[in-house]
Structures are given as structure tokens and as C-alpha cells.
């Protein structure tokens, strides 16, 4: 559900800060194509290997499992394409999620009253960062690793730090 706070940003100051966060992958298109070359040759080896032996069935199941790993691949590169943009600027902060299949979804705030709020673990770091103002809670950078996290939290809050050091 789309709280009343969400609309599209008008304003065309300068921002503050606008970064785009996105899933990190480490696998490339090309490199899936060579990996599930790899697995195909390798399970097709096996194949022809259990065929001879005449356990033909088990041929079945390695294309089974060949066709499971292929759609968990395709699965993991489909929702790398989600991204989450944050735009600061004196006027507004807004939060645009885009989920995988391209559906965008835009949440502004004041900056003079948002908070980032942190949730910390000692062994984990940053396990959750919150956007929150007036009742409006919005998660930002769950997909990201450790490290990102901390870099896009010290971010965030110098940019609403300094929107609220600057007089406007």
C-alpha cells in the first residue's frame, strides 16, 4: 500500500546527494554462458558414462538437474535488475524502488525531518537501514553488502546533516 506521501519529485535544485543502488553480481552474462557450457559438458560426459554402463534414466535426471540450475541462474540475473535511487536536495528526499520486472515506486520525504535509522550487530555490522519521517518508513540498501552499507549510511546521514546545517 502507497502511503499519501508518494508522488513524483518536483523540484530541480541541485541535489545533495543521488545515488543509485543496485545488487551486486558477480557474474557477467558472458561468464554464465561459460559456466553453463562447463556444467553441460561436464554433465553430459557423466551422461554418456552412465548410458554405457546402462543406467540410461540417470541421463533424464541430469538434464533435469542441468534445465534446475540453468532457471536458478536466470532467476538470480532477473532480480539483479532491482535498483533503489535516492535523490537528497534542500527540499526533498525521495526513494525510488524498481523492482526487477521494472515496476517503480517513489517515496518522498521533507529532509529537514527524515532520520536514517540504523539497526547494528557487532559481528554483522549494518544488518538494516530506515528512512523514517512522521510516521513514513521506507527500508533502503537491503541488497547490499556490508561494506556498501556502511559507505551508503555515512552518506545519507551527511546529506540530511547537512541540509539541516544550512539554512534554506
Do not use: C
Not at 546402462?54 to 542441468?66: C, K, Q, R
Not at 537501514?129 to 549510511?153: C, D, Q, Y
Amino acid at each position: 500500500m502507497e502511503s499519501p506521501a508518494t508522488t513524483t519529485p518536483a523540484s530541480d535544485e541541485a541535489p545533495i546527494l543521488a545515488i543509485v543502488l543496485t545488487p551486486h553480481r558477480s557474474l557477467s552474462e558472458r561468464g554464465f554462458a561459460m559456466l553453463m557450457g562447463s556444467i553441460a559438458a561436464v554433465m553430459a560426459l557423466a551422461g554418456v558414462a552412465f548410458f554405457a554402463l546402462g543406467a540410461w534414466p540417470v541421463v533424464g535426471f541430469m538434464g533435469l538437474d542441468i534445465a534446475l540450475v540453468v532457471a536458478a541462474f536466470r532467476l538470480n540475473v532477473w532480480s539483479a535488475r532491482a535498483a533503489q535511487e535516492i535523490h537528497i536536495t534542500r527540499e526533498m528526499l525521495t526513494v525510488r524502488d524498481i523492482a526487477p520486472s521494472g515496476r517503480r515506486r517513489e517515496t518522498t520525504f521533507n529532509p529537514y525531518w527524515a532520520r536514517l535509522e540504523i539497526t547494528r550487530r557487532p559481528e554483522q555490522g549494518i544488518v538494516d537501514m530506515r528512512l523514517t519521517s512522521r510516521g513514513l518508513r521506507i527500508e533502503i540498501g537491503r541488497f547490499l553488502p556490508r561494506s556498501e552499507r556502511e559507505r551508503v549510511a555515512a552518506a545519507v546521514s551527511a546529506a540530511l546533516a547537512e541540509v539541516r546545517s544550512t539554512p534554506g
